[in-house]
């Protein structure tokens, strides 16, 4: 891998540890603000409503200039949005803004991987771009939950600057502004990722022509007999996954008596089972064989239905892990086929905008219900247990429609596949 690939690596790492830790001070803004608990989901809703409104159009802005640039002026519209919240303005508004830098970053991320990289070396630098990820989950949550902390938060205020009288009071303050240096950090390796030299002169300005392309490779994706299970699959997974990170805090909360900044190190063990599960998947599933993992995902709704009858931190820890690593076992073979799918019946950054609507539409579905569920002051545990059943009937049904496709097609054909219908 060549200087500019470390680069982005860098960019993209400080930007999501920032994003991840702006996402627990937020929280902790809404409750220093006594807002009602059926707000917390919401963060998140707000923060992913930018990727499905935007999904027709964030590919085209990607292409229009030099990657880098955009990945600049994506990560400086999150400065905006994390100073919004310094400056008292709601966190579902400022977080709303972040979301949308988030949205416009991500294809300028993987797009610019294909200009820099020969082809043979872009599934190692999905690679290192999806385990950075990962980790800046982890490390991002936990250090949120370290910044919100009040002694940590009381050890940052007792800093002087000499000749400066800083307007920073609370613990919140204090955590923006450690995550808004964060942000710095990842814009000044913006400004040193090499522009690679591709220009794509005819790109398509028009937003009607746009969203018909758009909707064109939407309706090819969820038609193809393959292409329809694993975005099924990957879409209930993403919804389903951004709905148990609020689920665990308010677990955490109510069964185990844990304070925010402890209940945020949960939300990273649950990433730490994530990532396990994504490597031995990665080792052990090949693509022709990534159909056969499904059953887990009926497993995973089990077994999180266990985390009602646990009280024990002891006990929860290593439930959180089986309950990640069966997640990242299960969606890895998933994510694979669809891009492969996605990249035989059409182009890979139209299938990631195609990828990408579905997941957070799913997303923002579910966090409303489960929002609203907090709204009806359901308990935490028959919550659980909603989700779990949801979880498991949805992942049935799935392997159900793909039992029919298969009496149809041959599945292990179709992966085989590989030509482009357009």
Not at 92 to 120: C, D, M, N, R
Not at 235 to 241: I, P
Not at 392 to 402: C, P, S, T, V, W
Request: hydrophobic residues 55%; contains cysteine.
């Amino acid at each position: 891998m060549n200087r500019g690939f470390y680069t982005i690596m860098a960019a993209q790492f400080f930007s999501s540890l920032a994003d991840n830790a702006l996402l627990i001070a937020a929280i902790a803004l809404l409750a220093e603000m006594h807002s009602p608990a059926w707000m917390t989901p919401l963060l998140k809703l707000f923060f992913v409503l930018s990727y499905v409104l935007l999904a027709a159009f964030v590919g085209a802005f990607a292409d229009a200039f030099p990657k880098g640039k955009v990945m600049l002026i994506t990560n400086m519209i999150k400065i905006v949005g994390c100073g919004m919240m310094f400056f008292t303005v709601h966190p579902l508004l400022a977080y709303a803004v972040v979301g949308f830098g988030a949205a416009a970053y991500s294809p300028a991320k993987y797009g610019i991987l294909t200009e820099l990289l020969p082809p043979e070396k872009l599934v190692a630098a999905n690679g290192w771009i999806e385990g950075l990820t990962v980790g800046s989950i982890i490390m991002g949550t936990v250090l949120g939950g370290a910044l919100v902390n009040p002694h940590i938060a009381s050890m940052i205020l007792s800093f002087d600057f000499p000749l400066f009288d800083l307007p920073i009071d609370t613990p919140t303050e204090a955590a923006l502004c450690i995550i808004s240096l964060i942000y710095i950090v990842a814009a000044l390796f913006n400004l040193s990722i090499p522009d690679t030299g591709a220009r794509y002169e005819h790109q398509q300005r028009n937003p009607i022509r746009l969203i018909i392309d758009f909707a064109g490779c939407f309706s090819t994706l969820w038609k193809d007999k393959l292409g329809q299970i694993s975005l099924a699959v990957t879409t209930l997974f993403w919804g389903a996954g951004a709905t148990l990170q609020f689920i665990v805090l308010k677990w955490a909360e109510k069964s185990l008596h844990m304070p925010l900044d402890r209940a945020a190190i949960l939300q990273g063990i649950v990433a730490v089972g994530v990532a396990l599960g994504a490597m031995a998947a990665a080792r052990f599933v090949p693509l022709k064989k990534s159909l056969s993992v499904m059953p887990l995902g009926i497993i995973m709704g089990i077994v999180v239905m266990l985390m009602t009858t646990t009280t024990s931190v002891w006990v929860a820890y290593p439930l959180l892990v089986i309950i990640g690593a069966l997640s990242g076992y299960f969606v890895v073979p998933m994510n694979a086929l669809l891009q492969h799918r996605g990249h035989v019946l059409m182009s890979a950054g139209h299938s990631i905008a195609v990828q990408n609507f579905n997941e957070n539409l799913s997303v923002l579905t579910m966090l409303v219900l489960y929002a609203f569920m907090v709204r009806m002051n359901l308990d935490v545990n028959t919550v659980i247990l909603i989700f779990g059943t949801f979880v498991a009937g949805i992942m049935y049904l799935i392997m159900r429609r793909h039992a029919a496709n298969q009496r149809e097609h041959d599945s292990l054909s179709l992966i085989g596949e590989d030509k482009h219908p357009h």
